[in-house]
């Protein structure tokens, strides 16, 4: 494979069929993955692993040698794509982007995990796949759990404030993200009160700080996926009254 150059922080590895981009401090842990297979295949054997549901399945996970909290998840196409090429990806693969974005997201104070390791490995002559390790969120949720519990009404409540302040830092940022759904944005419990933190950040482009119509497609954005939550999934929301809020 060609080579991969990190941003100051990360040191690249490589470790039998993968190249790795790590953070520095953390190279005991790739290699330790690395060494048994994929990152995201061996992250399902470790001890305790947690299995969180999505497009696919990511772990939850202690790693090896620092025994810091992170969750991996294998990187793969929706939507057209999906069935042409399915986890495979034109070289670097979205994973080298994500860190770059990542970085340059909660530099601005927008509250992103931070990547930790990016993995790629072969997948033929012009192919890839690759696994990501983000810093764990501790004491959160995604979006949608909070929709779909009735046992959780005081929680969700008390998101809708938090996740406007995400949408207007986003906005005043000109942060669009191409994806924005009730997937994609955790609700941690912070020392205020509710925070909304934004997840897979590779579909993020860059804008004028305070572009109107960046505010307006990530709310266009969120209520699309509010809307599907609720017509499929029977997810309580009052789609009427989050927009006004979120508007």
Not at 5 to 15: E, H, K, S
Not at 25 to 39: F, M, N, P, R, V
Not at 157 to 185: C, F, M, Y
Not at 220 to 244: Q, Y
Request: charged residues 20%.
């Amino acid at each position: 494979m060609r080579s991969l150059q990190g941003p100051a922080g990360y040191t690249v590895l490589q470790v039998g069929r993968a190249t790795a981009l790590v953070r520095e401090g953390l190279q005991g842990d790739a290699e330790a993955l690395l060494a048994g297979g994929s990152l995201h295949a061996q992250a399902a054997r470790v001890p305790g692993a947690r299995a969180l549901v999505g497009r696919d399945v990511a772990y939850a996970i202690s790693l090896p040698v620092s025994g810091e909290r992170v969750v991996v998840r294998h990187n793969r196409h929706g939507g057209l794509l999906a069935r042409a090429t399915g986890d495979r990806f034109l070289w670097p693969s979205r994973g080298p982007r994500e860190l770059e974005i990542a970085g340059r997201l909660r530099a601005m104070g927008i509250p992103t995990p931070a990547v930790e390791i990016v993995a790629i490995t072969a997948a033929g002559p012009l192919l890839v796949r690759c696994d990501v390790a983000t810093a764990e969120v501790a004491h959160a949720r995604d979006l949608s759990a909070l929709l779909i519990s009735d046992a959780l009404v005081d929680q969700r409540t008390a998101a809708w404030p938090a996740v406007r302040v995400l949408l207007e830092s986003l906005a005043a940022q000109g942060v669009r993200h191409h994806d924005l759904n009730v997937k994609n944005i955790l609700i941690a419990d912070g020392a205020g009160g509710p925070q909304a933190v934004l997840l897979d950040v590779d579909r993020v482009t860059f804008h004028s700080a305070g572009t109107a119509h960046v505010a307006r497609r990530n709310c266009a954005r969120l209520l699309r996926s509010l809307a599907k939550w609720r017509d499929l999934r029977g997810a309580n929301v009052d789609l009427d009254a989050v927009g006004r809020l979120l508007g």
